[in-house]
């Protein structure tokens, strides 16, 4: 069993920034790759971005390509997402999520674990 906890959302003008933070418990982080998905109202969960189990491999979707980054630390337990010229089109709830598997995906059904979530909203 893997509990996440979001954190690092907040209200940003448009061009600004943010890091998201995750958190992991248990002591098999390691063994597990992360993604970072995003859901609109009124719209289906989307992929952001991913990160297999040792941060040597990442992956995002194209909207968010060259403005955010994906990482991790292992020793922390914890997985990070930097959201950088930040646009208003990005307003959206924020989940990260773990994969059993070592390799990453960008199918929300692939992954196994699921925080609450945290908003982020960006204004023009």
């Known amino acids: 069993q893997v509990q996440l906890v979001e954190s690092g959302g907040g209200l940003v003008q448009a061009g600004g920034s943010l890091r998201l933070s995750c958190a992991a418990s248990?002591?098999?982080?390691?063994?597990?790759?992360m993604g970072w998905f995003r859901q609109a109202p009124g719209k289906e969960r989307e992929f952001v971005a991913a990160?297999?189990?040792?941060?040597?491999?990442?992956g995002y979707a194209d909207s968010v390509k060259g403005r955010f980054t994906i990482s991790r630390d292992n020793a922390k337990n914890t997985v990070y997402l930097q959201m950088n010229n930040l646009k208003p089109e990005d307003t959206a709830v924020y989940y990260c999520?773990?994969?059993?598997?070592?390799?990453?995906?960008?199918?929300?059904?692939?992954?196994?674990?699921w925080g609450q979530g945290t908003q982020v909203t960006v204004s023009s």
């Open positions: 248990g002591r098999t982080f390691s063994t597990y790759a």
């Open positions: 990160i297999n189990w040792s941060g040597g491999n990442t």
């Open positions: 999520a773990a994969k059993t598997g070592y390799g990453s995906s960008w199918s929300p059904g692939e992954y196994d674990y």
